[in-house]
């Protein structure tokens, strides 16, 4: 028995197997397209998973991994899986193409989400999608890290095999900023003066930091507002925030030297610049007042 994963089976083998096999099954797209209410979200805040639906293309391309499970454990790995999958129905006998021998396919077990069922979400535009996935979260973890495994499994492992619809979002995903290394003798303070300035609706975590540079990948804190805090507005129009913005005032100044000071840095400090919808709202409130600085 074959089993083929192009999710989280890629990265997380709990079962186990005789031959792990990269490759690829033909006419299905990969997509972020199922909500996770139990691994990757809530009930209460799905996240965004990956299917499979059919392709207009008999020769499209969706790669993954296969494992041959021995005969002593299929009863073992079918149980497992079923609980694992159970939102997932099974596809019994789907040729598999491996890298070594493509002219020679497996059949192998797919589990997809059905399109009927009550947590296919379907299309929305890409960025819609990278929000939710960089919201969610659920008991399995951040729904940005799932994410971020798939594409990593891709490049490391796929490079010659292109997948848009995960490059797009991962491009969408990406937010720009500074990374500091505090030194020992100040971490106390500085933690508490963060919590403290951090403390209307953000949360601290750690993320994976991604230096400019090419350099390694590392983790750090971040102080994040996530959409179960009461001060979270959630999604709205530009128009709607850019007027929010331009009439607001605080203790620390207007609420337009905030968004004018963010882009400038961002500009400065990253090659691509700000991201579009910074640029977006920026011009958006340029347009209620004249108070961004050129």
């Known amino acids: 028995m074959w089993i083929f994963g192009y999710g989280s089976l890629i990265w997380k083998v709990d079962f186990p197997y005789k031959e792990r096999m990269v490759g690829y099954i033909k006419g299905y797209q990969r997509r972020f397209w ?15 998973v990956v299917t499979l639906v059919p392709s207009d293309d008999p020769d499209a391309q969706v790669w993954g991994v296969a494992y041959e499970i021995g005969p002593d454990d299929q009863d073992l790995v079918n149980a497992k ?14 040729p598999f193409y491996s890298r070594e021998m493509p002219l020679l396919p497996k059949e192998v077990m797919v ?17 819609e999608i990278a929000a939710r996935i960089m919201n969610a979260r659920g ?8 994410l971020l495994q798939l594409h990593e499994f891709m490049k490391s492992e796929c490079p010659e ?50 230096p400019e540079a090419d350099g390694m990948p590392f983790t750090v804190d971040m102080y994040h507002g996530l959409p179960t805090n009461p001060f979270y507005i959630g999604p709205e129009s530009i128009d709607s925030t850019a007027t929010r913005i331009a009439k607001s005032v605080g203790p620390s100044g207007k609420n337009t030297d905030y968004l004018c000071n963010l882009v400038h840095a961002l500009n400065e400090l990253t090659s691509e610049g700000c991201e579009s919808y910074l640029r977006s709202l920026y011009q958006a409130v340029k347009n209620h007042e004249s108070m961004c600085r050129e």
């Open 34 to 48: 199922q909500a996770s209410i139990d691994h990757r979200g809530t009930p209460e805040y799905p996240g965004r």
């Open 81 to 94: 899986l079923g609980e694992r999958e159970k939102r997932y129905k099974k596809l019994p006998a789907v």
């Open 111 to 127: 589990y997809v989400g059905p399109t009927d069922g009550p947590l296919f979400l379907g299309s929305a535009p890409i960025e």
């Open 139 to 146: 008991p399995s973890g951040e729904n940005i890290d799932y």
């Open 161 to 210: 095999a292109p997948d848009e619809h995960l490059a797009l979002i991962v491009e969408a995903e990406k937010v720009w900023g500074v990374a500091y290394l505090v030194s020992q003798e100040v971490l106390d303070d500085v933690i508490q003066h963060l919590d403290h300035r951090e403390k209307g609706g953000y949360e601290k975590v750690k993320v994976t930091f991604y």
